[in-house]
């Protein structure tokens, strides 16, 4: 069964940092394109970043650009979300997603275009 697991999350001040891990199992995403989304209590998810297949082409949401960096290790079939300059609207549950093509180019920010979902870590940024 494939799933995907997010750890890294937790506590931090403002102007902290944090990286998040995701780990897949079951099966490779080594061929796919990933993505991290978040949501806040009473809003609805939202594209944080997004990393095609071969770690060569990346996308970030504006509200994170020059603080988050998406990184993926096709080896260990993990990707990573290092987070710095962290802001109390960072504040969210934070989940990475896989989407099903194979070696597609194109970086999706909708959460229709992944497949495959974990269950979130958590992120809260004091003030």
């Not at 891990?21 to 998810?45: D, L």
Request: hydrophobic share 30%; with cysteine; proline share 2%.
């Amino acid at each position: 069964q494939e799933q995907l697991a997010e750890s890294g999350g937790g506590l931090v001040q403002a102007g902290g940092s944090l990286r998040l891990s995701c780990a897949a199992s079951g099966r490779t995403f080594s061929n796919s394109g990933m993505g991290w989304f978040r949501q806040a209590p009473g809003k609805e998810r939202e594209f944080v970043a997004a990393i095609n297949w071969s770690g060569g082409n990346t996308d970030y949401a504006d509200s994170v650009k020059g603080r988050f960096t998406i990184s993926r290790d096709n080896a260990k079939n993990t990707v990573r979300l290092q987070m710095d300059s962290l802001k109390p609207e960072d504040t969210a549950v934070y989940y990475c997603a896989a989407d099903s093509v194979f070696r597609r180019t194109y970086l999706y920010r909708t959460p229709d275009r992944y497949t495959y979902w974990g269950q979130g870590t958590q992120v809260t940024v004091s003030s």
